[in-house]
C-alpha cells in the first residue's frame, strides 16, 4: 500500500513563503510516477494545485501560477510545493495525490494558514 505523508504546513504571513514536502513509501518506480498537489479550504471543494509529471514536467492551477512551484527528488522519493507571495486565500488543507494502477492514494494533508 502506497503511503504518502505531507509536512511542512503552518502559519504564515501574508506575501511569505512557505515549502511542503510529500514522502512517498512502499511504491516501486517513484520517478516515473506524475504527483499531484492539491488542496481545499474550508466549505469549499477540493482543488487541483499542479501537477509534476514523470520528466519533472509542472502544470499549474491558474490562482497559483507564477507563485508556487513543484519539483520531486526521485532519490528522497518527495515531492516539494514551493509556495511564495502567499496570499489569505491561499488558506487551505494542502494534499499530495497519485494515482497507481487505477487506485488514488492520498496523504493525510498538512494544514496551510496565511494570516493578513
Known amino acids: 500500500q502506497v503511503q504518502l505523508v505531507e509536512s511542512g504546513g503552518g502559519l504564515v504571513q501574508a506575501g511569505g513563503s512557505l515549502r511542503l514536502s510529500c514522502a512517498a513509501s512502499r511504491i516501486i518506480g517513484f520517478s516515473t510516477k506524475a504527483m499531484d498537489w492539491y488542496r481545499q479550504a474550508p466549505g469549499k471543494q477540493r482543488e487541483l494545485v499542479g501537477t509534476i509529471g514523470s520528466f519533472g514536467d509542472t502544470v499549474y492551477a491558474d490562482s497559483v501560477k507564477g507563485r508556487f512551484t513543484i519539483s520531486r527528488d526521485n532519490v528522497k522519493k518527495t515531492v516539494y510545493l514551493q509556495m511564495n507571495s502567499l496570499k489569505p486565500e491561499d488558506t487551505a488543507v494542502y494534499y499530495c495525490?497519485?494515482?497507481?494502477?487505477?487506485?488514488?492514494?492520498w496523504g493525510q494533508g498538512t494544514q496551510l494558514t496565511v494570516s493578513s
Open positions: 495525490h497519485m494515482t497507481l494502477l487505477g487506485n488514488h492514494y
